[in-house]
């Protein structure tokens, strides 16, 4: 009797003082910064994972990292951070006269990453070797990749994004296992749980740059273009509504949830790519929870046939 009593008082009472903690931590790392810098107005998430826009005087350059990022007719461009990004970047502003000038180095913060280790699998199932397979594979990360060279004037970006499905989370962005003391590729997106059939929306609007019915590890796979290489990627879709080349708006019901590829249950994993950087879909739209609190559960799992 002693002992529960004394395990549930610390149940109550350890979490005041952790919630603190966990919210002065969630704080300073994930709500959006704006940053004033002469020639330059950034707002986003300075962290790895984390897509700033940038807001420039319509016809200056912009460089990041030593490299020309596009910048929009009203001045607006992106910048974004990989998972691993060095904490360090350049970034350069160059008038088209090149009389004024912005030359400097910005820090990001540095992420913690969920690490899962799973040992004594049998080898095959750790790495496919069936040469077909393989080939199979690459072809198919060929094609993703291919998708997301796109680099267009649209700022589809712009309108604040919304969740493209509503359901608990259930996978985060930047997680990864090591099977077999083999690290495989982190996990990028975030996965909602929700039923196969379940609609999937479009975050925001933009152009389907791939729509691919069944890919080996994703299944049924969309890629949508919001503008400036930066695109969303859906996976695992039990069916696809709209077709390559397809413009989208906020909102547009664009596929279904599914279970297909490599997937071990009906859940939409939404990624996000500015080119080759991967990003964290979640910096992007408000804390699930709320959204969950404020939904009625009849309007989340929608099942709408074809019209
Ligand atoms: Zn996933």
Do not use: C
Request: glycine residues 8%.
């Amino acid at each position: 009797m002693a002992r529960q009593y004394k395990f549930r008082r610390n149940r109550l009472f350890i979490p005041l003082w952790f919630l603190w903690s966990v919210l002065l931590f969630l704080s300073s790392s994930l709500y959006a910064e704006i940053l004033s810098l002469p020639h330059a107005k950034l707002d986003g998430h300075f962290i790895q994972g984390g897509l700033v826009i940038g807001k420039t005087s319509p016809g200056n350059q912009v460089f990041f990292n030593n490299k020309a990022v596009r910048v929009s007719p009203e001045g607006i461009f992106l910048i974004g951070f990989h998972r691993d990004e060095p904490l360090q970047f350049s970034l350069k502003i160059t008038s088209p006269e090149h009389t004024e000038r912005l030359d400097t180095s910005l820090n990001i913060k540095k992420r913690q990453y969920k690490i899962q280790r799973i040992n004594g699998l049998p080898p095959s199932k750790v790495s496919p070797v069936n040469p077909e397979l393989r080939a199979r594979i690459k072809k198919e990360q060929q094609l993703a990749r291919q998708a997301r060279t796109r680099d267009d004037e649209r700022s589809d970006f712009m309108a604040p994004f919304i969740w493209p499905t509503i359901g608990p989370i259930s996978g985060v962005y930047g997680s990864q296992r090591i099977l077999n003391g083999k690290p495989k590729w982190p996990h990028y997106g975030v996965d909602i749980a929700a039923p196969t059939g379940t609609e999937v929306r479009a975050p925001a609007g933009g152009v389907v740059t791939l729509a691919h019915p069944d890919m080996f590890y994703s299944g049924g796979t969309l890629i949508v273009d919001h503008g400036h290489g930066l695109s969303s990627a859906f996976l695992h879709l039990s069916k696809l509504r709209v077709k390559t080349g397809d413009k989208v708006k906020q909102g547009d019901v664009i596929a279904e949830v599914g279970a297909t590829g490599r997937a071990t249950g009906a859940h939409l994993d939404w990624r996000m790519n500015l080119f080759n950087r991967r990003i964290d879909p979640q910096l992007l739209v408000p804390p699930m929870a709320e959204v969950l609190a404020s939904t009625p559960e009849h309007s989340r799992t929608q099942n709408t046939q074809d019209k």
